[in-house]
């Protein structure tokens, strides 16, 4: 387990009944495809191993431009600080449950990845929940990669006769670096198109997730020991949200929007900035905003407010001492002076923030997907009522801006 035996650093283990398992999902190979990492009631495993939670260097590399920090330098500490830390899942275990489960689609943040919201995504599917954590192609993730068909050249000169007639044979891996905007552009028809974009993937995810239930998974271009077969029925497809943070919460938001298959939505301290005005009276399923203390400001505020309705529940709370990244597993990685001076943690024990944050959307989840569950037990959450929560906003916004 690296580092987390050495301290209590690393990402806490979920809370639910069921053991999770993890796998990854490609198809098809190109950047219009869909990929995302499935987090998955599992039966317990002693074999399986824990998959690293970067998954490969590159990953780092993005982080390092995203950053704006330079590569080498940053690779290096990078690996030294988090190169170690496993992911609470076993990888490709056996998938079990025990009556279908309800399914989460969950969108990342801008620089983000698929891989960086598991302690997120593993508790929900402890909680017995099929959990696909899209990876964005818009080049808001700080790293993703695709396949692209050899050309001929490439075929004729490549070092091994073509034995094997697997499918990654014939490709050639590719990698979408973080696009940063450049001097001079305007932010919005970027965030815009972005936004759109990463709503269409969480639809195209949801669409491979019908056909995996339905016994035709297709050809996943990544080779995984999973097998995709023991999904079939698995999933209850008339109980579907859509989870987000940050640019993954504006997701939520226009998801919600483009497929009623999305009965509810719930976004992690949310920035609305990407969306369209006209697009907030057209969102008609229930929404739970759950904000951090520090990220968010008035406009932002004002603008999840214009969501408000007599009719369709919409509810916020904010999490007491707690930063923006208090939602990736970032907050569980460096202790506590370094977090604090790199904005990975707040005041509160990053633990008890992420807690609160799952137990609220299970209860909220509960109640919109119209689950048989015991997470009812936590609807106070959903108002606010717990010390560490504020209904609503710690933000004052004037009456005239919503
Ligand atoms: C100067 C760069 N400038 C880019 C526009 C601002 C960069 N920034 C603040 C950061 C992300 C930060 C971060 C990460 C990771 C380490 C590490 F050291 F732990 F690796 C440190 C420090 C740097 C905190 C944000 O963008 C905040 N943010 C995020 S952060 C999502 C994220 C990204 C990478 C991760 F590894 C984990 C989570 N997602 C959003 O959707 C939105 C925003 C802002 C508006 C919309």
Redo the contacts with the bound molecule.
């Keep these: 387990m690296g580092n987390a035996c050495s301290n209590h650093l690393g990402i806490p283990p979920a809370k639910g009944p069921s053991a999770v398992g993890c796998t990854d999902f490609m198809m098809d190979h190109t950047g219009q495809g869909s990929f995302f990492r499935l987090y998955y009631p599992c039966q317990e495993s002693e074999t399986a191993e824990k998959p690293d939670w970067v998954p490969c260097r590159e990953y780092?590399n993005g982080?390092a431009d995203?950053?704006?920090i330079n590569r080498s330098l940053?690779e290096r500490?990078?690996n030294h600080?988090?190169g170690s830390f496993k992911i609470p899942a076993y990888m490709d275990a056996s998938f079990k449950s025990n009556g279908k489960c309800p399914v989460i689609i969950f969108s990342?943040?801008?620089?983000?990845?698929r891989t960086?919201?598991s302690a997120i995504c593993a508790e929900l599917a402890s909680q017995g929940f099929i959990v696909a954590s899209v990876e964005h192609r818009d080049q808001?993730a700080?790293a993703t990669f695709y396949y692209r068909e050899k050309t001929e050249s490439e075929k004729a000169n490549q070092s091994v006769p073509k034995t094997s007639d697997s499918a990654q044979d014939n490709l050639v891996k590719e990698w979408m670096y973080?696009r940063?905007?450049k001097h001079g552009e305007s932010e919005f028809p970027l965030r815009n198109k972005q936004v759109k974009q990463r709503a269409d993937e969480c639809i195209l995810a949801l669409d491979r997730l019908t056909e995996i239930n339905s016994g035709r998974p297709g050809q996943n271009v990544l080779q995984t020991q999973f097998d995709w077969t023991t999904l079939e029925n698995s999933m209850d497809l008339c109980r579907i949200a859509v989870v987000g943070?940050?640019?993954?919460?504006?997701t939520v938001i226009e998801a919600l929007c483009k497929e009623v298959k999305f009965k509810c939505g719930v976004a992690l301290?949310a920035?609305m900035?990407p969306l369209d005005d006209e697009i907030f009276a057209r969102v008609k399923q229930p929404i739970f905003f759950i904000n951090s203390e520090k990220?968010q400001w008035a406009g932002n505020i004002s603008r999840m407010k214009k969501l408000d309705s007599a009719v369709i529940q919409r509810k916020m709370i904010t999490i007491r001492g707690t930063v923006?990244?208090s939602?990736?597993?970032?907050t569980f990685?460096?202790g506590n002076w370094i977090g604090k001076l790199?904005?990975?943690k707040g005041e509160i024990d990053p633990e008890l923030a992420i807690d609160l944050s799952n137990k609220a959307t299970l209860a909220f989840l509960q109640r919109h997907l119209g689950l048989e569950k015991s997470f009812n037990q936590w609807d106070p959450l959903i108002d606010g009522l717990d010390d560490n929560l504020i209904q609503g906003t710690n933000i004052t916004v004037l009456q005239s801006a919503i």
């Design positions: 780092f982080l995203f950053m704006k940053s500490i990078f600080l988090f990342h943040g801008l620089g983000a990845f960086l919201y808001s700080s973080y940063t905007l943070h940050s640019f993954g919460g504006a301290d920035w900035f990220f923006h990244q939602f990736p597993d970032f990685m460096t790199m904005k990975l």
